[in-house]
């Protein structure tokens, strides 16, 4: 599935699949994925196939209780105190705790996320004038 496609949330998840902090639930979920690949598929919803640790959000689960008995300074290491991520690579940890994603209005009276492609594009577009190489080198749209 195309990520632009799909609603917000679940468009951004496609980069949080590699973008994000996360760990397999469990051995045989990481047994699966090192022979079979990975399960998530755009459009999945990502928390179904592996946790993604936010420590605003879920320091209590067991998974966060599992990584931090086997690395007692997982959060520390990872996230600055008020609990944004604080490690290259990982932004969409940051996105999903950040105000334009959590608060966006929908303009229904609803609030929606605000996605990565609002800001980010994954491929260069076709009357793009700079060679693949400069254009590579930063992935954010032009106004």
């Known amino acids: 599935m195309q990520p632009r496609r799909l609603d917000p949330r679940l468009s951004s998840q496609v980069c949080g699949q590699c973008h994000g902090i996360w760990e397999f639930y469990d051995r045989d979920g990481e047994r699966r994925a090192n022979s079979a690949g990975l399960a998530f598929r755009p459009g999945d919803e990502l928390l179904q196939t592996r946790f993604l640790a936010q420590p605003t959000v879920n320091a209590g689960a067991p998974a966060m209780q599992a990584l931090l008995a086997a690395d007692a300074g997982f959060i520390r290491d990872s996230f600055w105190a008020d609990g944004m991520v604080r490690v290259s690579g990982r932004e969409y940890n940051g996105l999903i705790e950040s105000p334009c994603f959590k608060n966006a209005p929908a303009g229904n009276g609803e609030r929606t996320a605000v ?29």
């Open 115 to 143: 996605p990565v492609f609002s800001c980010h594009t994954m491929h260069q577009t076709a009357d793009d004038p700079r060679a693949t190489e400069e254009w590579g080198t930063i992935s954010l749209r032009t106004a």
